[in-house]
C-alpha cells in the first residue's frame, strides 16, 4: 500500500533482531522530552528501579537450542526517564470498538486513572460509539470519578460499534478536538484500523501517539500470550458446560450441546473443555469433522450414548462451516467489520443429531442446546483479567508518554511488550491441532480426531521446526 511506513527492524549480534515501533521523532525531530514526574511519585517511592531501561527487549521465543540465533524481540513496555509530552498539554481519547468482551471497562478505567494518578494528566475524553463516534457522537469527559466503579460493570460505558471507518473524518476530527493521544481499544479488524489512522496522522505530521490495546475474546491475536477477557470466558462457559452435563445427565441417552465463542480459533472451546472434565467432545474451526460413516461423529455419539447413557458436546461458533455450506446456501455475507456471518453450527448440528438417531438409528434421546454466548460476552472481567487490563492499559499509558506510537501493547513471554501493528495484522493466531495441547485435549475427552493420518502428516509437515525451537508466532502456553 502506498504511504504506508516501512516496519523499524534493528539487527543486532549473534542473530539479534528487534521489530521495533515507531516513534514520534521519526517524522518530527527535534521534540522537546521532559523529566518523567513518576520519580516524584510517592507511590512509586519504594520501587527501586523506576524505569525501564531504553535497551530492554523482550524475546518471542524462549525455548531454544545452544546454536540457535537470538531471534525477533520486542521492545520492553513500562515507563521511560524523558516523557514528551508535559501533563497539562496531553489531551488524550479512548475509543472501545468491535463486539462486547469481559473486562472493556477495566481498560478503560485504568487509562484515565494511569493518566490521572501517574502523569497528572485531567483532560481525557471518551469516543461515544466506536469509530463512528468521532465524527457524528458527542464525546464524554472522563475522569477518575467518573469511571471510579465501571470495572465492576459489563460492556463498555462508551459505547460501541462495527464498522465506522472513515480515516480522513476520523483524523480531521482528531486534529480539530487537539487530541493527542489515542487510545484504540478492540479486536483485530479494530487494530488493522488503528494502524490506517496511525498512517494518516504520520503522513500529515501530527503530533499524535497512537496506541492500540488488543481486545478479543476468541484470544485469536498473534504474538502476545493472550487477550484480555479470554480467562473470565473460560471461566464463565464452565456455568453452561455444568447445566449441559446436569441436563444429559437426568435423562436416558441425554445429549447436552454448548456452543462457544471462536469464529476462526477454538482456543474458548479447548480451554473450556479441559477445564470442565465433563465434555465427551470438544469441536472446533481448526479441526475438520465429519458426521456419517466409520470414525464420523454420529458413530462416536452413539458408542460414549452405550458406554455412559449420556454425552456433552462443545462446539465453537466456527466449526464445521464447511459442512454447513453444503446444506446452506446464504455463505460469504458479512458484517459490518467486515466478518463473514457464521451460520448457527449450533442449532444445525442439534438438529442432523436428531434426525439421524430417530431415521437412522431408531434410538430415542433427548437433546438440550444452550448457546450462552452473549451472556459470556456480557459479563465484567474475573480478577485475573482485571489485573491484566491494569497492565495493558498502564503499558499504553507509558508508552504514549514516552513518544511511542502505531504500537498495540501485550504480554509476550510474560512481558508486557510494544508490538508494530504489522504484526499483529498480519495474521490470526489459531489452534496448532498437530501441538500438544489438543492432544491433551484428546486424551482428556477420548474423543476420535476426525482427521485422517494423511491430514496429520501434512499439518505436521508445514509445522515442522527442527526440534526444541518454537513454531512461528506460537505462545509458549501452547508448548509446554
Known sequence: MAGVSQMKIVNGAAGYVLEDVPHLTDYIPHLPTYPNQLQ?????????????????????KIV???SSPRGTHFRRAGPRQKVYFKSDDVRACIVTCGGLCPGLNTVIREIVCGLYHMYGVTKVLGIDGGYRGFYSKNTINLTPKVVDDIHKRGG???????????????????????????YI???DGTQKGAAVIYEEIRRRGLNVAVAGI??????????????????????????????AHV????????IGIVKLMGRHSGFIAMYATLASRDVDCCLIP???????????LFEFIKRRLKENGHMVIVVAEGAGQDLLAKYLQSMNQQDASGNNLLQDVGLWISHK????????????????????????RAVPGNASDNVYCSLLAQSAVHGAMAGYTGFTVGPVNGRHSYIPFERINERQNQVVITDRMWARLLSSTNQPSFISPRVVAESKKKQYKPPTQLLDGDRCENNH
Open 156 to 182: 463498555t460505558i462508551l459505547g460501541t460499534s462495527r464498522g465506522g471507518h472513515d480515516t480522513s473524518k476520523i483524523v480531521d476530527s482528531i486534529q480539530d478536538r487537539g487530541i493527542n493521544q489515542v
Open 247 to 254: 441436563e444429559a445427565g437426568s435423562f436416558e441417552n441425554g
Open 185 to 187: 481499544i478492540g479486536g
Open 64 to 66: 531454544v537450542h545452544n
Open 214 to 243: 488488543p481486545k478479543t475474546i476468541d484470544n485469536d491475536i498473534p504474538v502476545i500470550d493472550r487477550s484480555f477477557g479470554f480467562d473470565t470466558a473460560v471461566e464463565e462457559a464452565q456455568r453452561a458446560i455444568n447445566a
Open 286 to 296: 481448526e479441526s475438520p469433522f465429519y458426521l456419517e460413516g466409520k470414525g464420523g
Open 353 to 376: 443429531i436428531n434426525d439421524h438417531f430417530a431415521r437412522v438409528q431408531k434410538m430415542a434421546i433427548t437433546l438440550k442446546y444452550i448457546d450462552p454466548t452473549y451472556m459470556i
Open 40 to 60: 516524584d511519585n510517592p507511590a512509586y517511592a519504594g520501587v527501586k528501579q523506576y524505569f525501564v531501561n531504553v535497551d530492554d527487549t523482550v524475546a518471542q
